[in-house]
């Protein structure tokens, strides 16, 4: 099994390698609550996977260099591998799902990298990897299920403990399961009192459910846009350290993800990744204990595409109480419009869209359904703009 001297070890070797990244005290993000983020977002990929890559090609004999590198990653193992083995004077191709954001793609072919994508999840491009290392002979760099690999990701374990005085709680996010292996292991060893959560995407639940069912098991589908935990298949020996040192694995929605990440950027300025803000979306929508405990969140990664970036804003927006879509059954007559709109202004909202449809063959020729988009502060505001509305004698549609 891994031990802790290793991670000391990857410690050492990474100095110059990673940043040691700041842990940030986040106040703002659950009232009440003593939550700090080591942001694994600033590091010097984006992402925590520079650590664990690195270390592991940093082990490696000339000989299998030689045969060049080859991985299989939705986009932050690939960078770290990239940028390890161009270091090491290594030839490194990465095998990444089509559906992998494309800045990551990108990002490792600037690293040096060539980019092998395949059809399908994560797991159909490890399979792809699989193959071809059985064929080429070249040597694999596994993402999670690999000692040195959780080792270096660990390093993150020993520096939370150095950062910060009194961490009751640390919680991290999971996919294959090298990262919460890794930091458990290091927590654990160095101060047993400490609690360690993994969250998962509920989509994606796949050590989540080992961990409960007490057997290593996988799932057929995954279904998330958190890419970085988009994981079918936990490895065999990350469950094994679950197992050993994790308290437990809580899973959390897509849409309590994306609100995560809202709160991260307009709370904490903080841009990040979906797997990035499980850990956070966990302690904000009550998925783990927070009184009276100091909790540090991992936000492993910030690698997150501009263009899911949106929606995912608009999404938490709605998750949040901060946009809405009122429908309204009403007369189509004259003041109408001036008076929902009246009732909304007096409530504080802001209308950003309106839009009449009279083709629903179940109202009265003279109704029409009123739809209107709205700015608003939080879920009160919305139930106060509703209870105005009826109160009024409008009819909303469900």
């Known amino acids: ?95 990444m799902p089509d559906g992998a954001p494309i800045m990551k793609v990108e990002n490792t072919r600037r690293l040096g990298a060539e980019v092998c994508l395949v059809k399908g999840s994560y797991d159909d491009a490890h399979d792809a990897c699989v193959a071809y290392q059985e064929e080429s002979g070249a040597t694999l760099i596994h993402p999670y299920d690999d000692e040195d690999v959780m080792a270096g990701q660990g390093t993150i374990g020993l520096e939370i403990l150095d950062q910060l005085d009194n961490v009751d709680s640390v919680v991290v996010p999971v996919g294959g399961g090298g990262l919460i292996s890794g930091v458990a292991l290091a927590v654990k060893s160095l101060k047993p009192s400490c609690k360690v959560y993994g969250v998962q995407a509920e989509g994606a639940g796949s050590m989540a459910r080992a961990f409960h069912d007490g057997q290593w098991e996988a799932l057929d589908r995954v279904s998330t846009f958190a890419d970085g935990i988009a994981v079918k298949t936990p490895g065999e020996e990350t469950f094994k350290m679950v197992e050993r040192y994790v308290d437990d694995v809580v899973t959390v929605s897509d849409d309590e993800i994306a609100a995560a990440i809202l709160a991260l950027m307009e709370r904490q300025k903080l841009v990040a990744e979906g797997a990035g803000a499980a850990p956070v979306a966990a302690c904000m929508f009550g998925k783990i204990p927070l009184e009276g405990r100091r909790t540090v969140c991992v936000v492993s990664g910030g690698n997150i595409d501009v263009n899911i970036l949106s929606r995912v804003i608009t999404r938490g927006l709605a998750m949040s109480g901060r946009k809405t879509t009122m429908s309204i059954r009403l007369t189509d007559k004259p003041g109408q419009l001036e008076q929902v709109s009246g009732l909304i202004a007096a409530a504080g909202a802001n209308v950003v869209s309106v839009d009449y449809d009279l083709s629903d063959p179940n109202l009265p020729i003279s109704s029409c359904v009123l739809r209107m988009g709205m700015e608003t502060r939080d879920q009160a505001q919305i139930d106060d703009i509703r209870a105005r509305l009826a109160a009024a004698g409008f009819s909303l549609v469900e």
Not at 26 to 41: C, F, R, S, W, Y
Not at 69 to 93: E, W
Request: net charge positive; glycine share 8%.
């Open 1 to 95: 099994m891994l031990s802790l001297d290793r991670v000391y070890h990857a410690a050492y070797v990474l100095k110059g390698v990673a940043r040691r990244t700041d842990l940030i005290a986040a106040p703002q993000l659950v009232p009440g609550a003593d939550i700090h983020l080591k942001t694994e977002n600033l590091q010097v990929t984006g992402s925590f996977k520079l650590r664990g890559a690195y270390y592991k090609i940093s082990r490696l004999a000339q000989e299998e260099l030689d045969r060049g590198i080859i991985a299989c990653s939705a986009g932050n193992h690939a960078q770290g591998v990239a940028l390890a083995a161009t270091r090491a004077g290594a030839k490194s191709k990465i095998f």
